[in-house]
């Protein structure tokens, strides 16, 4: 009974620890330079989204057509926490 009871308080423990890890993490983004020399983003998922500096560029010349699109078509888009 007592091997229950102390499994049983660990995994409370683990969860508790899950839930500040994923508290503290949430909408917290870290950007970090690549071996490769590209820039990674990560906090927005469960793998980095990694591009080079001049796709980066690239990309956030186009924000308004990429925030323009999203608008568009926010009734067929799913939308994840």
Do not use: C
Not at 5 to 29: M, P, S, V, W, Y
Not at 36 to 41: I, L
């Amino acid at each position: 009974m007592t091997v229950l009871k102390d499994l049983t308080q660990a995994n409370a423990r683990i969860a508790e620890l899950e839930a500040k890890l994923a508290a503290k993490h949430a909408g917290h983004f870290t950007l970090k330079v690549s071996t490769k020399g590209a820039v990674s983003v990560y906090g927005m998922g469960r793998w980095p989204v990694t591009l080079y500096a001049t796709q980066w560029a690239t990309l956030l010349a186009h924000s308004n057509d990429i925030t323009t699109f999203i608008a568009d078509h926010k009734a067929e888009l799913t939308y994840k926490d």
